[in-house]
Each structure stands twice: as C-alpha cells, then as structure tokens.
C-alpha cells in the first residue's frame, strides 16, 4: 500500500547537521564511560561491569561498539570490570586499556564468589565480571572489510594470561616516544580522593609504582602518593609534566628527579575528583611547535571539604565549581621559567568540563557541572542516604551549552557560545567526549550512580543516548574534499601533495590556498573529562594555485621529534577558510613500538600563486605575504603566513625546540 504523506514529511531531516546544534545519534547499550575510535567508522565504548539491559553471553554488557555510518550500536563482550580504567593507543592503531574495579555484582558490591590470593579468579556470579584491577585488554580495531564478529576484532581480555604487576583504578597512561605506555598510578582500592588517612595510611590508598606496557617492567617512584588520574603530558624534551592537586612537576623518570614548578594558582585543583578541562594547546609552525597546556575550571572546595578519603565533608553539590582559567608552558623556547599565565575565565564554573581539540585549532569544551566534583556516593560526612538532593551525585546544575575556545583570540574574547544549543541531557559524572572523522563531536555517558539507575524519579539517570555536537563550521555549505591523503605520516623526510578541487572552496583560489591548514589530531581516549593522549599538531605547507582553480598542497611530514606526538593512529584533516574536510585515519610512525625512524624535514616548494585563479583578483606569482593582515587570529587558518616568511629558519629553530630543554 502505498502512503500519500504531505510534503513536508518528504523532506529528509535526518542526519541533518545543523552548526551548534545536537542531534541525537543513538543508544550506546552500555553506559559511555569510557570512549575511543577505533578505525574510521567504530568507536568502541566501555563502562563500568553493572546492570545494563543490553546482554551479551548471557550477561549485562559493559562494552559495546557504535558504528557512525548507521548509528547502530553493538554490544561486546568485555571479560574484567573496566570501571574506571586508563587506556592509550599504541603505535599500529590498536588500543590498550588498564586497570579497573574488582569484580562486582547487582549495588556495586563486591563479587559473590572471591579468591582472596588469586584476583585474577575473582568474579561475580550475578554479572559475570572478572577483577579488572590488574587488567591489561587489548583491541585491534576492524574496518568494515572484517568479519567483526571475528575474534581477531573482539577485545583480548583475558587475565590470566596477561595482567600488570599492581593493582591500579583511576591510573594514567602516557606514551614515550618509542610508542611504549608508562601507566602510572591509580588507587588501590578506590576513594574519594588520595589522602594519607587514617594519617598514618602510608600511600594515601594508592599504588606508588609505575609499569611500562608491553614490557610490564614495574619501578618504584618516590612520590609519596599519586593522584588519581593524574593529569600527565609527554614534553617535548622527552619527560613528563606532571600536575595533581596544586602542585606542578616535571618528572624524568629515567633519573627519577621531580623538578617543581610553580602551583596552580588560586588553589585551584583540576585533578580527578576536582575534574578540571584540560588538553595541549595546538602545535603549529606559527607557535614553533612549542607545548602549551590549559586547565580550565575544577574546584577550589577548601582543604577539609575534600574529606577523609571515604567521601567528601561538604555539601559538594552547593559549592560552586571554578571558571578560572591557566596556561603554562613547560619548556618556553626563551629558556624563562614556566610560569602558570592567567587565561581567560570559562563562561561559567565547570566541574568535569572536557575539551575536544577541533580541526580548526579552537577547542570545544563539553559536558560537566556548574557545582560539586566528580564521584558518587550514597551519602556524604553531612548528609545520610535518603537526604541526598541529587540522588548519588556530587555535583549537581548540569552545564548542557558547549562553549568554544580560541587560542589565538585576543586576551578578553577567547570563550564564545553564540548560537550554540543547550543539551537537555545531564552530562555529569562518567560522560565522554570525542572528535569523529566527520569534524563533529560524540558526546554521550553520564551516569552518577553506583548502579544503573533510570527510574522516572532519579535526576540524573544513566545516560545511553548519544549525541553529536556540530561546531560552527557546519554552517560552511561546502565541505573540502581531497584527493592524495596518506594514509601514513613519518617525523620527518620527503613532502607529500595533496589536492584540493575548485569545488571545495568558494571565493578565490589565492585565497583559498593562503588560508589552508593541514591539521593531524589524535583524539585520544577518553574517560572522567580526559582525552589521554590528545594531541594537535598543523604540518607545514606550501602550495600551488592551478589554472584550473584547485589548489595543490605541497605538505611536510610531521615534526621529526616524536615526543611532541608520540607514534599511533590519528586524524589528518585539510582546513580550508576555517572549513574542514573529513579526516582521514593515519598512522604516524613506523607502526612498532620502537625507537621511531627520523629524518630532517624536506625543503617546500615556494608558493605559486595564480594571477587569473579562480575568481580572483590578479596577485603576484610570488607574493607570499598575501594573507600576512590576519596572522595572529587562527592558528589553523594563518599559521602559513609565518611559515611561508621563514621558511627556511623555522625547521632549524624547531629542532632546537625538541632537544634544547
Ligand atoms: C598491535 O601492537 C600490539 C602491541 O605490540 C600487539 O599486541 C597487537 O597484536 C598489534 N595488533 C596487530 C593488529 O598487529
Ligand atoms: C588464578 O586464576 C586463574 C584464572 O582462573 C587461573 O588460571 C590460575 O591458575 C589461578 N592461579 C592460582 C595461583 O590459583
Ligand atoms: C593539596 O595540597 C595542600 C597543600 O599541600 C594540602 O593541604 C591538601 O591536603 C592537599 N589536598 C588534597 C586533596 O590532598
Ligand atoms: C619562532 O621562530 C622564529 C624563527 O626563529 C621566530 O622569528 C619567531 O619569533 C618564533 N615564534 C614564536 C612564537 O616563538
Ligand atoms: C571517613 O569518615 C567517616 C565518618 O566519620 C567514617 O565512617 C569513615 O570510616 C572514614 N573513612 C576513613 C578512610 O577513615
Ligand atoms: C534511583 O534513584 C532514586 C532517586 O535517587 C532512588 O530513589 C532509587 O532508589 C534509585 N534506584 C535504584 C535502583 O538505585
Ligand atoms: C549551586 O550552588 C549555588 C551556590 O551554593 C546555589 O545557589 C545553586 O542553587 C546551586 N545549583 C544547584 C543546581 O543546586
Ligand atoms: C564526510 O563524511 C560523511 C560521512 O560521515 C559523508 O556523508 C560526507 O559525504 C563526507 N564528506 C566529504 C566531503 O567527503
Ligand atoms: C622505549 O623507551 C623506553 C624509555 O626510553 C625504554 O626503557 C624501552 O626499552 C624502549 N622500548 C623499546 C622497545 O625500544
Ligand atoms: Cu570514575
């Protein structure tokens, strides 16, 4: 029978991306704690071993994998309690997770049947989780040419045959340039916050050791506690920054020697339960590659709010979390010392912001609360069970209007939300975030209770619905699209061209070509508003403006210091007048975890402009200064400019960069 609809039900609407909008794209069956994408079109997802509805081997999920191009959702099967783990990417695109809770049944309680001197053994009955304390699960992502039913496309999980040498839940994992994992920290057996309570509590509850993945070597720091998820960056000259309750510190694990630098101002804690935004501003030739870190909003409770590890001694959910704003860079190129820089503030206070690095050089910040911290409980010091306003969460006023950061705008205008929509959904504690190829961003997870929970009275459920944020650029009616992406990317050694048609821009080619970054993102894994291992960086280019109006890119390779973005998949996109293309699934680096092969950076070809390119005005073929007025405003959009005027200064002044601190 055939279905005479008005018109105005033929009109598609799905799939429409509207610039700063939602859009729903899904159920996740599992509960988004934890995120990463795998291949082009998957992203795996994980939560914590609990209730689910969705099943799989004859108990609730706690993995599953979403796939973009249908918006379909498939559940996996995850042998250990993942909840609250770390997890990185390794150097051939597969990715690796660590740690997690115990094994647990129906309330979070401990497992029904436990083998006290063989955590590899213990389980529970009810939800058939093995410990994840110790776990090490590995996944090699499958396209759509695998049979993804395929065990060479499920995840490895299997402790009894690999597992590291401590217990570790809310640990941190960071790449070394050779592409293998330190993984550091974590708790024990979980808390609220690491603290030397009872104050005779030697370790504060957590694991003072760190291992190495795939060698599973185990050292001894002489840190007298970690934190929780730890907030951990790789530094160009090869040692860790390192930053957890006020207190800054440049680690080299290889001497094992700490180097203070200054705290974080304003006693502002931005570390897990605090949970303040925080990534690695982009690299790019117009910044000389150079490391700059920013955390944005977090918590400044005082000292005894934060409580006795147990649970916090405040009401969290009135107290009001942070908008204040710090830079620092590790190693400034004038050999100053670091120092924290005042930024500017976020439009409101956010606990568990989360930043997502986009194609453009701006970064979003998503998800979190306008009060509280991170962490669930049945009750406070103050409050019992029943008098909880917020059912289990610590935090409470969900903050549903992403804001958007500019780097590079003058102090004073860098937040902006114009235009942007306000989510109705809570993204509080265990929400997610993440960059898809398309260039807008997965936002799904939250869920601030011990177990599931989506009945009508509770205020903020277990969240399984998905969406997508659309960055301003969606506005753009023409998305680039390319011809010559690598699927490849070396440190260093001979250029690559790719084009981009007439048809991908619109206005002039001059323009157009002097206004074009080429960008490689990683978006990381994601978990508790981290993305670990998230990186930025904008290759250098030239280009050539053909008669014919497309524009040929002449592309170096990435940076030949590997510490600056360690070996792995990542995300190469082309940006043109601000507008990206999709990205493109590469590997940087030889694919092993090894020692990565290095060459010096090949010379560019100098720019060709075209005098007639299309619908242009007439330009000197070697006018290389044409966009020099708006250098300054987006790293992504200018950062040529100061490529193309020192050209050939710039690769001996970025080495000196990579070895010189
Ligand atoms: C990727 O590397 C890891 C670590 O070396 C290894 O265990 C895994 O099997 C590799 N994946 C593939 C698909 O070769
Ligand atoms: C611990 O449990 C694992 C998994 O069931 C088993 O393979 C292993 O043999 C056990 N080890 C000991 C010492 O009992
Ligand atoms: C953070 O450091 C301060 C100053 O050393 C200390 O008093 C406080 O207890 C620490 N906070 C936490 C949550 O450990
Ligand atoms: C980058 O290096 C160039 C060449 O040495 C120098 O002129 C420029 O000031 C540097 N830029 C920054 C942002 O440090
Ligand atoms: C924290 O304080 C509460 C209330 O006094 C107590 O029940 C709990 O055992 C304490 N936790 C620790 C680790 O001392
Ligand atoms: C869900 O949360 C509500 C509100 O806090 C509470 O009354 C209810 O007992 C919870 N249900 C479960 C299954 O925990
Ligand atoms: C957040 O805390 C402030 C200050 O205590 C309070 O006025 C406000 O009502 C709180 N918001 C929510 C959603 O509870
Ligand atoms: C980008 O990818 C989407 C699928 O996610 C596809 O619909 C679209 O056509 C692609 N655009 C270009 C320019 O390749
Ligand atoms: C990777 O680098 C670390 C630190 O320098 C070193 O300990 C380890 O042996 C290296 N691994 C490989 C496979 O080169
Ligand atoms: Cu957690």
Known sequence: MKLLLPPLFLVPAAFAATAGSFENVGDTLVSAMMMFLGSNDKVYIMDKAEGNAAQVNGHPAWGSVWDMATQQTTVMDILTNTFCSSGLHLPNGSFVTFGGNGAIGPGANLGSQRYPDNASASWDATYQDFDGAKSIRLLNPCDSSKDFSSPECQWFDNPAVLSMQAKRWYSTAEALANGTIAIIGGFINGGYIARHWPPDDPHAGTELTYEFFPSLSCENSFFSFWFPYSNIFRRSS??????????????????????????????????????????????????????????????????????????????????????????????????????????????????????????????????????????????????????????????????????IYDPEAPVGSRWSNAGFETSPLARLYHSSALLLPDASVLVAGSNPNVDVNISSNVLYPTQYTAEKFYPPYFAASTRPALAGMPSKLTYGGPSFDITVPASSYSGSGNDAAANTAITVIRGGWTTHGMNMGQRYMQLKNTYTVNEDGSIVLHVAQMHPNPNLFQPGPAMLFVVVNGVPSNGTHVIIGSGAIEQQPTAAEAALPDNVLLSSAKGSAPSSSTDNTAAGGSQGHSSARTAHVALTAVISAVGVTLLAVGVGL
């Open 238 to 403: 090869g040692q860790m920054f390192l930053q957890a309750n006020i207190s800054t510190t440049i680690w080299n694990y290889e001497a094992n020697t700490l180097t203070p630098l200054p705290d974080m101002p304003h006693g502002v804690v931005r570390v897990y339960p605090a949970s303040g935004a925080l990534a690695m501003l982009p690299m790019t030739p117009a910044n000389n590659y150079s490391q700059t870190i920013i955390f944005c909003g977090g918590s400044d409770m005082p000292d005894n709010a934060w409580g006795n590890f147990s649970y916090p001694w405040i009401n969290t959910w009135d107290y009001p979390a942070s908008k204040d704003c710090q830079r620092i860079t590790p190693e400034p190129a004038d050999g100053s010392s670091p120092q924290y820089v005042q930024d500017d503030d976020l439009l409101e206070g956010r606990t568990m912001g989360q930043f997502i690095i986009l194609p453009d050089g701006k970064l979003l910040v998503v998800n979190g609360g306008l009060n509280g911290t991170a962490g669930f409980g049945q009750r406070n010091f103050v409050t019992t069970e029943d008098e909880m306003p917020f059912g289990q969460s610590y935090a409470s006023g969900p903050v549903g209007t992403p804001a």
